[in-house]
């Protein structure tokens, strides 16, 4: 769920940017992938931390 949301948040986020900066379609597009894929990397990374310290 964590990674799920990370996605979402990080493209939104991402897509937010770029459209802020006056970028073209384009660049939207890969503000949104690039940010969704740094959130969803940062997501999985703290579900297995949550997971191995919950054992």
Known sequence: MIIISGTVLGAALGAWQAWRRKGRPADIAL???VYALIFTLAGLFVTLIIHRSAV
């Open 31 to 33: 503000y949104a992938f």
